[in-house]
């Protein structure tokens, strides 16, 4: 990346993972282009961000590899914005944002958009993480080792 703020060179992962896609706009930029979004003016009329905001941000996104610029697949002039294996490794981090929203945000049958599995067409299940033994793991349940 071109540009490094104090967060960049921080020995905490939550701390560069926030600096790179921890705001607003590229966490918006990447569920739309999960959602197969690819072209600026897309993301622009979707999202309803200023110009210079989403330039910047699908820039920061190119700079890190999470989105790659590609020739259009219609034959067009114009480019798209294509997620790179490093950015697709984002989706869970995607996925729990949104089960934590519809968990806690929502009214009991308030209106919300639902993630589907392609293959069942129901609701995707509550991502829970697991200890190497398969035992669902909570905060308590862990603990950071700090490396030299």
């Not at 669902?136 to 349940?141: C, E, K, N, Q």
Request: charged letters at 30%.
């Amino acid at each position: 990346m071109s540009r490094r703020s104090l967060e960049s060179d921080s020995p905490c992962p939550v701390a560069r993972s926030l600096d790179l896609v921890g705001d607003r706009w590229s966490l918006l930029i990447l569920r739309d282009a999960f959602d197969g979004v690819r072209r600026f003016g897309d993301f622009q009329r979707g999202l309803g961000v200023a110009r210079n905001i989403l330039t910047d941000r699908l820039r920061k996104l190119v700079d890190a590899d999470i989105l790659q610029l590609h020739a259009a697949s219609d034959g067009t002039a114009y480019q798209e914005y294509v997620l790179t294996p490093k950015g697709e490794s984002l989706f869970p981090l995607l996925v729990a944002l949104r089960q934590w929203g519809e968990q806690h945000l929502y009214q009991r049958g308030e209106r919300h958009s639902q993630l589907l599995d392609n293959r069942t067409g129901k609701p995707v299940p509550l991502m829970r993480l697991q200890g190497s033994d398969g035992a669902l793991l909570g905060a308590g349940d862990t603990r950071v080792r700090k490396l030299k």
